[in-house]
Structures are given as C-alpha cells and as structure tokens.
C-alpha cells in the first residue's frame, strides 16, 4: 500500500480540530476538574469556578453586558432555545393579541442554517401559532433584502438573520439590518446566528437590540458538544431543558466541563489572555488569496460563488467550470485534502440551496466547492495546501479532463482506450477508442459533456471517424453537430452522423454497412421502434465477432424502449428485437442511451429472465399483434410529467438484487491471503486512484469504465472481485450491477477506503 500522507483540512466551517493546548485543558478538567459544579465540596466549588471563568472569558469576548449568556450543548440547542423563549412569550403576550393577527409572521433570511427554519417551523407548530413563515430574500451578494423586512416586518413575531454565513462566509450588515428591523418593528424578537462568527468578526452584543445569539464550541477549536447562547438583559426566556435546576434554572443537566474547559482556552486566546495568538485578519486575508491563486494555477479557471469584500476571509466557495462539486470533493478526498460542497453528494445531482438563493447560475450552485479554515492556520499549512492542490489536479490532466498546459505539464499523459460511458442525468453516452490505432467514435454526445469529450479526444491525439446518434433523442439534445464543428470533422453524413462512405459487409447473411476503426469496425443495423430512425451500432473484431453494440433506447438495462411516441411503431419495434438477437445472440453486452438505475449495461440473456414480455418475444412465443397490444399496456404506466425527464423505457422491473456481500477491511485482507484468484477492483475514477493508497492485488475500473472492463475481461465473470471506493457507495453500486449482470462471486468493502484510513491510523 501506499504510504499515506499527511491530511490537510480545510472544512474548518463544519467543524474544527480541538487546539492541542484545548484538548488538554479538557483532558486535566476530567482527570482533576472532575466535580460536579453544584457540588458544595471543594472538587465541585473548583469545578464551578472554572465553569465561570469561561463564562467570564466569554461575556468579555462577546460584549454581553447586562444579558445572560447560557451554556448549552451546541447552536442548535441554542437556536431552539431562543425560538421556543421567542415565541412562547409573542403567544402570551395576549394583550397585543399578536399572534391571532392573520398577517403574522416569522422572519428569517434565505440562506439560514437549515436549522433555523426547520426549528421555526416545527415550534410554530407544536405552539400552535400558525404564523406565516416568511424567508427574507438576499441579492446576488447574499446581502439581506432591507425592504422585504420593511415590508414584513411589522407584523413579525420574531425574525431571524445570521452573522455569518456558514457556506459562503458572507456577513450581514448588522448595523443596517438593526436599523431595518427596528424602524420596522421595535418590539420583534430578533436571533442572530453567530455561530460561524466567532474569532471572526467582533461583536459587541449588548449594544445592540439583539435578543439572542447562539455560538458553538466546535466551529472554533473546542469539542462538540459545548455551546452558548446570548440573551438580551429582558429578553423572554423558556428553559428548552428543565431538570436540575443548573445554570441558575436557565438549562438543567450536568454541565459538560471538560467542554468548557477547552472553550475557555479557546476564548483566552480570542480576548488576547493567552501567549498562542490566531492569525491576524490581514494575514487571514492573505491565505484566502494564496489559495484562490493555488486554484487558479491548479484548475486554469475557478468561478468565485461570493464576493470577497463581504465575506469573511476564512471562507471561499468557488466552482471549477466542467466538474460538479462530486467530482472535485472525490478528487480532493484522494488527495487527502478535506473540503465541502455545497450540494449533498448524492448520485442525483443537487445544489446549494445557499447559492440558490442568491440568484448563482445553476451549474454555479452544483459544482460549489468550500474552503474553509480557522484563524490557528499557519503559513507552513497553507502552502503545503496549495502545493497539494496543484498536485491533485495535475492527476486531471494526466486522464486528460483538464486541459493539458506545458506550464503544468509533467509530460506523463494515461493513454486512452477501449469503452468508456459518461451519463447525464440518465441519460448516456459513449465514447469507443481502438486500442491499436486509437482511432474512435462517440455515440450519443450530450452537450453537457461537451467540454470534457473535446479535452479528451484533443489531449488524447485520438482520430475521431464519427459522431453518431442512435436515434433522434426526444427526451433530451444531441450534441452532435457542436462536437463535429469543434472538431473540424468533415465528410458527408445523414442526420444521424452516420458516415457516406461506408462500405458493405455480410453479418449473418445480412447485409450492413461498416465503418473501419484500425482492424475493428463499426456496423449499422437497422432497429426501428422506440423511433422510425432507430439504429444499432454492432463492434466487430477482426475476425467479425461481435464485441458490444450501442443499441440506442431500443433495449434498456431493465426495460423495452417505449414506443407510443408520434415517431415510433410498436410493430417494427418487434421485428427490430428479433433481428438484433438473431445478429448479436444472448449473451452480447448492450450499451443503452439510457441507464434508469445504475445498471450501466445488460444483454439479451439477463433482459429475458427478467422481462417475460421480451422473453417471449426473443424465444417466438409471441407474435407481432399480441406484442403490440401487451407494449401498449406496457407503455401506458409511464405518465409523462410537465417538467420531469420524458422516461424512453417502460419499466419490467427495477433490478432488485440480491444483497451484495460485503467485506470489511480485514476481511478483506483474509480473502486475499486464502483465495489467489481474487481481485480488488479499485472503482475509483483513474485520477483519485493515482493520488491515493490502494490496497494490494488491486486493478483501477472506474465507473466510466466498468463496461469496457466487462467487454474486455470476460474470464472476470467466475472470479472472486471485491469492489472498493472511497466511501463505499460507488463499489456498492458496481457490485449491484456487476451482480445483475451474472458475475458471480461479487462484493464490495462497506465503508471503502474512508474506513481504511481509520484501520491504518489504529493500527499506527
Ligand atoms: N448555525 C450555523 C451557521 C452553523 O454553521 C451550524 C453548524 O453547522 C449550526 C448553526 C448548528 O450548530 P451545532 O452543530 O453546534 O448544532
């Protein structure tokens, strides 16, 4: 394995590291500190004092005055606190008979914690208010809208803005805003979320009419579950937590004192009572542009996703154009450089609702990548950061998905070959590269992918001979003509990009046209059905065995292609799937436009056992007329929804497989030490995998490339393989189709490398 290297982390936002001099005022709190603080012997009245020391050290850094400041167990106790006190206090306040007012209604900014608005709701609902839930819009700054507040504002209960921003860093105006909501409403209780604020911006909180403010200890330096809220001297107040009666009656429950122990490290230092210092603010500033530049150089070109005059130095959320937030958090995790994305990283593509809301363009939103880091950052860190950027996305261009520049340029470049698929919101599309004269064809091109099929096909030296559809796509667009432009590919072609000048060849008695890729070559069979121009692209070998064929939306991984379109025939549809299984036999890997549910590929044999209607069809059991009336039946179940993906497949099923095994990773390592047939197949893209450890007896198949691996393997089929990724989703997603498609002895390492890396730290 290879060694592992030093981690370098800059997600300081969603939490930090316990400072080494924090953990260990932790760690004396709970060897000698141990008492209970409503103890009356000398261990708890010690315990107590330390307890408010940090309350001290805090009311000094925050500027509390005359208000409480309570501890809580982190921001979201606090934000709950704060609203529950809030609102209790707007529904007995009977006199004004506030919350009856139909026009009432609870303020809070677009871009809050989601923890704000969840709570807004839910304690407007268990109180039975009922109030309006109002998101108070920013502009595209992400600057709170003045005006919505004076507009809404004097019939609110209570509104609720943050300090800073958790995704973007960007800070609010606070003076401005007071002022907004006081000539608004001067009676509105009004939260400000100062978790991401702290040791960031000053703030001097009794002198302004905030009411509350919540903090969290992890967001700087001390452990998770230690936390404060502010409250305004003559704010409301409800205990979110009753019990004991601890801190004064305020939140009962033993305190957590080892927390506040490290806390009170954390805040000596922020009020200056300390010898370690954090970062000054000019210095802060000065990192954040060494990393935009680090970024810069790395990816050629980054879009910020925020100003940097509003936004607090430690935080940058940019967008690399061409790769979603996925891909770079996986490229990043390789790298052992720790960051967030805006988007949850599911297979669906989502964006940040933060970026969203501030008007950003979608694909902005998508691919948002966060940087952040905390004010105990030093030099050495950030350069070792920037370093290691720039090497993570050199790993890019050596697979040639960022443009190869000879400043950057090592020289190395991963040469390209065989089947590769790229997907678009299940749509697909594929690119073939012959080994021998690297000559190649794309079939079904969508134009999100545009970009990164030029950078391949240029950086890679590949002779394109076509860009084919395999049929008018209805559902989405092809980008045939674009990539043919781009590429100066002349020749005369029909409407599909199927090349003149093709000659004709004898395939099983039939007679189709070919196209020549070095020894190989590319066949046409006409397919109509799903739509009247419908084509198969067969590869032969050069002995003429068929090796895969595209065949368009005619067969999918789970499913017949629908034709109930104004362009398709059910009739010749049938005919079509008997020719393409006289032509290609059971067991031909089928490369589909679409792919429903990550099953990437499928063949007639798996089709059948699982689709008794193409079973039937395949094995002449059913005639023309009686599949027409049976795919019409079939066809109907799919509803087409205004706005949602046209379907080009009517379901038979929904791959239900059996569970896949999993392996752990010392299990793992038996497998390998018993059975020497067994492979660990490293599903990583080929980037990540040149950046990161991988385990022994290892071969890299990425997704993009799990279908080339089945064409080009096909002994793999018995042999013991155990899927490995970084988390372990993508190996399960592999395995699932893998195991589908009757490999098998198929298994995946539950919690991929991510849980290795936790082995290898034990073991350490
Ligand atoms: N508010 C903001 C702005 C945050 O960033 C977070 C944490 O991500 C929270 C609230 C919730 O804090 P805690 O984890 O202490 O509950």
Same mark, same amino acid.
């Given at each position: 394995?290879?060694?592992?290297?030093?981690?370098?982390?800059?997600?300081?936002?969603?939490?930090?590291?316990?400072?080494?001099?924090?953990?260990?005022?932790?760690?004396?709190?709970?060897?000698?500190?141990?008492?209970?603080?409503?103890?009356?012997?000398?261990?708890?009245?010690?315990?107590?004092?330390?307890?408010?020391?940090?309350?001290?050290?805090?009311?000094?850094?925050?500027?509390?005055?005359?208000?409480?400041?309570?501890?809580?167990?982190?921001?979201?106790?606090?934000?709950?606190?704060?609203?529950?006190?809030?609102?209790?206090?707007?529904?007995?306040?009977?006199?004004?008979?506030?919350?009856?007012?139909?026009?009432?209604? =609870?303020?809070?900014? *677009? !871009?809050?914690?989601?923890?704000? $608005?969840? &709570?807004?709701?839910?304690?407007?609902?268990?109180? %039975? #208010?009922?109030?309006?839930?109002?998101?108070?819009?920013?502009?595209?700054?992400?600057?709170?809208?003045?005006?919505?507040?004076?507009?809404?504002?004097?019939?609110?209960?209570?509104?609720?803005?943050?300090?800073?921003?958790?995704?973007?860093?960007?800070?609010?105006?606070?003076?401005?805003?007071?002022?907004?909501?006081?000539?608004?409403?001067?009676?509105?209780?009004?939260?400000?979320?100062?978790?991401?604020?702290?040791?960031?911006?000053? =703030?001097?909180?009794? *002198? !302004?009419?905030?009411?509350?403010? $919540?903090? &969290?200890?992890?967001?700087?330096?001390?452990?998770? %579950? #230690?936390?404060?809220?502010?409250?305004?001297?003559?704010?409301?107040?409800?205990?979110?937590?009753?019990?004991?009666?601890?801190?004064?009656?305020?939140?009962?429950?033993?305190?957590?004192?080892?927390?506040?122990?490290?806390?009170?490290?954390?805040?000596?230092?922020?009020?200056?009572?300390?010898?370690?210092?954090?970062?000054?603010?000019?210095?802060?500033?000065?990192?954040?542009?060494?990393?935009?530049?680090?970024?810069?150089?790395?990816?050629?070109?980054?879009?910020?996703?925020?100003?940097?005059?509003?936004?607090?130095?430690?935080?940058?959320?940019?967008?690399?154009? %061409?790769?979603?937030?996925?891909?770079?958090?996986?490229?990043?995790?390789?790298?052992?450089?720790?960051?967030?994305?805006?988007?949850?990283?599911?297979?669906?593509?989502?964006?940040?609702?933060?970026?969203?809301?501030?008007?950003?363009?979608?694909?902005?939103?998508?691919?948002?990548?966060?940087?952040?880091?905390?004010?105990?950052?030093?030099?050495?860190?950030?350069?070792?950061?920037?370093?290691?950027?720039?090497?993570?996305?050199?790993?890019?261009?050596?697979?040639?998905?960022?443009?190869?520049?000879?400043?950057?340029?090592?020289?190395?470049?991963?040469?390209?070959?065989?089947?590769?698929?790229?997907?678009?919101?299940?749509?697909?599309?594929?690119?073939?590269?012959?080994?021998?004269?690297?000559?190649?064809?794309?079939?079904?091109?969508?134009?999100?992918?545009?970009?990164?099929?030029?950078?391949?096909?240029?950086?890679?030296?590949?002779?394109?001979?076509?860009?084919?559809?395999?049929?008018?796509?209805?559902?989405?667009?092809?980008?045939?003509?674009?990539?043919?432009?781009?590429?100066?590919?002349?020749?005369?072609?029909?409407?599909?990009?199927?090349?003149?000048?093709?000659?004709?060849?004898?395939?099983?008695?039939?007679?189709?046209?070919?196209?020549?890729?070095?020894?190989?070559?590319?066949?046409?069979?006409?397919?109509?059905?799903?739509?009247?121009?419908?084509?198969?692209?067969?590869?032969?070998?050069?002995?003429?065995?068929?090796?895969?064929?595209?065949?368009?939306?005619?067969?999918?991984?789970?499913?017949?292609?629908?034709?109930?379109?104004?362009?398709?025939?059910?009739?010749?549809?049938?005919?079509?799937?008997?020719?393409?299984?006289?032509?290609?036999?059971?067991?031909?890997?089928?490369?589909?436009?679409?792919?429903?549910?990550?099953?990437?590929?499928?063949?007639?044999?798996?089709?059948?056992?699982?689709?008794?209607?193409?079973?039937?069809?395949?094995?002449?059991?059913?005639?023309?007329?009686?599949?027409?009336?049976?795919?019409?039946?079939?066809?109907?179940?799919?509803?087409?929804?205004?706005?949602?993906?046209?379907?080009?497949?009517?379901?038979?099923?929904?791959?239900?497989?059996?569970?896949?095994?999993?392996?752990?990773?010392?299990?793992?390592?038996?497998?390998?030490?018993?059975?020497?047939?067994?492979?660990?197949?490293?599903?990583?893209?080929?980037?990540?995998?040149?950046?990161?450890?991988?385990?022994?007896?290892?071969?890299?198949?990425?997704?993009?490339?799990?279908?080339?691996?089945?064409?080009?393997?096909?002994?793999?089929?018995?042999?013991?393989?155990?899927?490995?990724?970084?988390?372990?989703?993508?190996?399960?997603?592999?395995?699932?189709?893998?195991?589908?498609?009757?490999?098998?002895?198929?298994?995946?390492?539950?919690?991929?490398?991510?849980?290795?890396?936790?082995?290898?730290?034990?073991?350490?």
């Amino acid at each position: 394995m290879k060694q592992s290297q030093s981690l370098i982390y800059l997600d300081a936002n969603a939490t930090t590291p316990v400072l080494p001099a924090a953990a260990k005022a932790a760690m004396d709190a709970m060897e000698h500190l141990y008492g209970n603080p409503s103890s009356s012997h000398i261990t708890g009245l010690q315990a107590k004092a330390l307890m408010e020391q940090t309350r001290q050290a805090a009311r000094k850094h925050l500027g509390s005055g005359a208000g409480k400041l309570v501890f809580t167990s982190g921001a979201t106790e606090g934000i709950q606190t704060a609203i529950l006190s809030a609102l209790i206090a707007a529904r007995d306040n009977s006199s004004a008979n506030k919350t009856a007012d139909e026009r009432a209604c =609870l303020l809070y900014g *677009a !871009t809050e914690h989601k923890a704000v $608005p969840e &709570s807004l709701r839910h304690w407007n609902k268990v109180l %039975g #208010i009922n109030a309006r839930v109002l998101a108070i819009p920013v502009d595209r700054e992400g600057r709170l809208d003045l005006d919505f507040i004076a507009a809404h504002g004097a019939y609110a209960l209570l509104i609720c803005t943050m300090a800073v921003n958790n995704e973007t860093g960007v800070y609010q105006d606070l003076p401005a805003l007071e002022r907004a909501i006081r000539s608004a409403n001067p009676q509105a209780f009004w939260m400000v979320d100062c978790v991401q604020a702290l040791g960031k911006l000053p =703030l001097e909180l009794a *002198a !302004t009419s905030i009411d509350y403010a $919540p903090f &969290s200890g992890h967001k700087l330096y001390a452990p998770k %579950g #230690i936390g404060m809220l502010y409250i305004r001297d003559g704010a409301p107040f409800t205990p979110f937590i009753a019990g004991g009666g601890q801190e004064g009656g305020l939140r009962s429950g033993t305190e957590n004192l080892p927390a506040m122990a490290a806390l009170k490290v954390v805040l000596d230092m922020l009020n200056g009572d300390a010898n370690d210092r954090f970062a000054d603010h000019a210095t802060l500033i000065n990192y954040r542009l060494k990393l935009i530049a680090a970024l810069q150089s790395a990816f050629g070109e980054i879009v910020l996703n925020h100003s940097l005059n509003n936004s607090v130095p430690t935080t940058l959320n940019f967008a690399v154009p %061409g790769f979603s937030s996925k891909e770079i958090m996986d490229l990043f995790d390789a790298a052992d450089i720790r960051v967030s994305s805006g988007s949850a990283c599911s297979s669906k593509v989502t964006g940040s609702f933060v970026l969203d809301a501030m008007g950003l363009p979608r694909w902005q939103s998508e691919s948002a990548i966060r940087l952040s880091f905390g004010p105990a950052i030093c030099d050495s860190e950030i350069d070792a950061a920037c370093e290691r950027i720039i090497r993570a996305a050199g790993s890019l261009r050596h697979s040639c998905l960022l443009a190869r520049d000879s400043k950057l340029d090592d020289g190395s470049r991963t040469p390209l070959s065989g089947l590769l698929q790229f997907k678009d919101d299940g749509a697909c599309c594929w690119l073939y590269v012959e080994p021998q004269s690297r000559s190649a064809v794309i079939i079904d091109p969508l134009p999100a992918l545009e970009q990164r099929l030029l950078g391949i096909i240029r950086c890679q030296e590949l002779t394109l001979r076509a860009v084919v559809d395999t049929h008018g796509h209805g559902d989405h667009s092809s980008n045939r003509e674009g990539l043919v432009a781009k590429l100066g590919l002349n020749g005369e072609t029909d409407h599909l990009g199927w090349p003149a000048d093709c000659e004709t060849i004898e395939l099983q008695g039939c007679h189709v046209e070919a196209l020549s890729l070095g020894n190989q070559q590319l066949v046409r069979i006409e397919s109509p059905g799903h739509t009247d121009d419908s084509i198969t692209l067969a590869m032969l070998d050069s002995a003429g065995k068929v090796l895969f064929a595209f065949v368009g939306d005619t067969v999918l991984p789970g499913s017949i292609g629908r034709s109930n379109f104004p362009q398709s025939s059910t009739g010749a549809l049938y005919q079509s799937l008997k020719i393409m299984h006289k032509l290609l036999g059971n067991d031909t890997l089928l490369l589909s436009s679409h792919d429903y549910h990550n099953d990437f590929f499928t063949n007639f044999a798996v089709e059948a056992a699982q689709n008794p209607l193409l079973a039937a069809v395949l094995g002449g059991a059913m005639d023309q007329a009686q599949f027409v009336s049976e795919k019409a039946a079939m066809d109907a179940t799919l509803n087409d929804k205004a706005g949602e993906t046209i379907m080009c497949g009517a379901y038979s099923q929904c791959g239900s497989t059996k569970g896949v095994k999993e392996y752990s990773t010392d299990s793992l390592e038996q497998l390998l030490r018993d059975n020497s047939d067994a492979l660990v197949l490293d599903i990583r893209e080929p980037h990540e995998y040149e950046l990161s450890h991988r385990e022994s007896r290892c071969i890299n198949v990425p997704l993009t490339r799990l279908a080339g691996f089945v064409a080009s393997e096909p002994q793999a089929r018995s042999k013991p393989l155990v899927l490995i990724c970084r988390s372990g989703s993508r190996s399960l997603v592999a395995a699932r189709a893998l195991e589908r498609f009757g490999f098998s002895a198929i298994a995946h390492v539950a919690g991929g490398y991510a849980l290795l890396g936790n082995r290898t730290r034990n073991a350490a």
